[in-house]
């Protein structure tokens, strides 16, 4: 029986394939909106505008403070009801904006605020902008702060995609579940499925770590 | 819009909300408890140097660490049937959190012992320090520092994973989100009261970390 299973899941196979391929894209588009976002809102948390400072803050304890499932039910059922229509595959994006940039946020406002207030005054005395402060000067340390932990996000994002498959986009996660209800062997599919996740997420596991050794050298 | 927000529903609902709370405190409870002690014997069996007990351990948390929650929920939901094992809906998802955050646990541990430098031990027992005296005076102080915020920041992505037990009919807060919105269809009312919860548990939670990283944090005596 487990022969007949394993030689039906060989034939199923590109299936999985594609269910892959879903998820690299929902992972790859949700990681460059997430980090785009969660830099201007990481700026503004740790700059010196107490309104914005405020907004970011409670729009981060939202974030972190709830699952990321109600986050996608909020999302994908509340919205249409204030009439803004939205597919799954959009839905399941503008959720995890929301959820990611808030977590890179944080990381992102620890990174500056990380940076010696001197820095900041010696790079106003010299005449530079505000932007060219953040720029030249600034960014360029919190780099070093912020690399590792941002690399460590990042994979907890693309394990995060798995959620997504409760609103029924064909992700990897969903391809496992619609398979595993016509080749009833658990095990079998849902390895499959762990493996293909591992392919994405252990090679960044383990850029994440050789960075951390490295940033923490210097 | 939010201008027909409805709370009488909300009121309505709420013993159902409440059961689902303390549903989620139970599962939390018995699996930071489980994943703690896994976390240890996971770490034990990482840093000791027998290859036997080393390399299983690494695989296991390498393996729980590259792969998503969900995934591991429904290996053990839809695998543990095929071998024989009927288990209720709530106990696999308890070992899924328990093996999860065990993982994780393992690694804060392991950097916790790390932190400690091997020569605060030889300088402890050069002033003639015994071994509780060492682990009271010196040891503790500074790994719990390195150990106890993470791992409350841990238990909070824990209560938070236990909300991909809905996904497997488990009765707990979300769960009753989605029971609300199938009886009534009022999703605004069920989940954003769901969200009030957890962001209840997330603060008292996150206080806590806080607290515990002022306090316990270890300050060099210059």
Do not use: H
Request: glycine share 8%.
């Amino acid at each position: 029986m487990m022969g007949f299973y394993f030689s039906r899941l060989v034939e199923i196979y590109p299936f999985f394939l594609k269910g892959l391929w879903m998820t690299s894209k929902i992972a790859f588009i949700s990681l460059v909106t997430c980090t785009l976002i969660g830099v201007i809102l990481g700026i503004f948390r740790s700059g010196n505008n107490i309104i914005l400072k405020r907004i970011v803050g409670v729009y981060v304890a939202f974030v972190r403070g709830t699952p990321f499932v109600v986050q996608i039910f909020i999302v994908f059922f509340i919205l249409p009801d204030w009439g803004i229509q939205l597919d799954a595959f959009s839905a399941a994006l503008l959720a995890m904006a929301i959820m990611g940039s808030g977590f890179i946020c944080e990381i992102v406002a620890g990174g500056i605020d990380s940076i010696s207030k001197g820095q900041w005054e010696a790079a106003a005395s010299s005449g530079l902008t505000l932007t060219q402060q953040l720029r030249l000067v600034i960014m360029p340390q919190a780099m070093k702060v912020i690399l590792p932990p941002l690399v460590g996000q990042y994979v907890l994002l693309i394990k995060d995609t798995s959620v997504i498959s409760v609103i029924g986009v064909m992700e990897l996660t969903r391809v496992g579940w619609v398979t595993v209800v016509r080749i009833p062997e658990g095990l079998m599919v849902f390895s499959l499925v762990g493996v293909l996740y591992f392919s994405i997420s252990y090679p960044l596991i383990l850029l994440s770590n050789y960075l951390e050794r490295k940033m923490a050298v210097q | 819009m939010l201008v027909d927000f409805n709370f009488r529903i909300i009121f309505e609902y709420l013993p159902l909300f409440l059961t689902g709370l303390r549903s989620t405190f139970f599962i939390s409870l018995v699996s930071i408890s489980l994943a703690l002690v896994t976390g240890v014997i996971a770490c034990a069996c990482r840093i000791s140097g027998i290859k036997i007990l080393k390399y299983p351990a690494i695989a296991f948390i390498e393996i729980i660490r590259s792969t998503p929650l969900l995934v591991q929920i429904y290996f053990l939901y839809f695998g543990l049937p095929t071998l024989g094992l009927r288990v209720p809906e709530i106990q696999t998802g308890i070992i899924a959190l328990m093996l999860n955050s065990g993982a994780y646990i393992a690694e804060i541990i392991r950097a916790g012992i790390t932190s400690v430098d091997q020569g605060q031990l030889e300088a402890g027992t050069a002033s003639g320090l015994n071994y509780i005296q060492r682990m009271r005076f010196i040891i503790l102080p500074q790994a719990l520092g390195v150990t106890v915020p993470p791992l409350l920041g841990q238990s909070i992505v824990l209560v938070k994973d236990s909300a991909l037990l809905s996904l497997i009919s488990v009765m707990e807060l979300t769960r009753c989100g989605q029971t609300m919105t199938s009886e009534r269809f009022m999703p605004a009312e069920a989940f954003f009261t769901v969200a009030f919860f957890y962001m209840c548990i997330y603060f008292c939670l996150k206080a806590l970390a806080d607290w515990s990283q002022r306090k316990l944090i270890f300050r060099e005596a210059y």
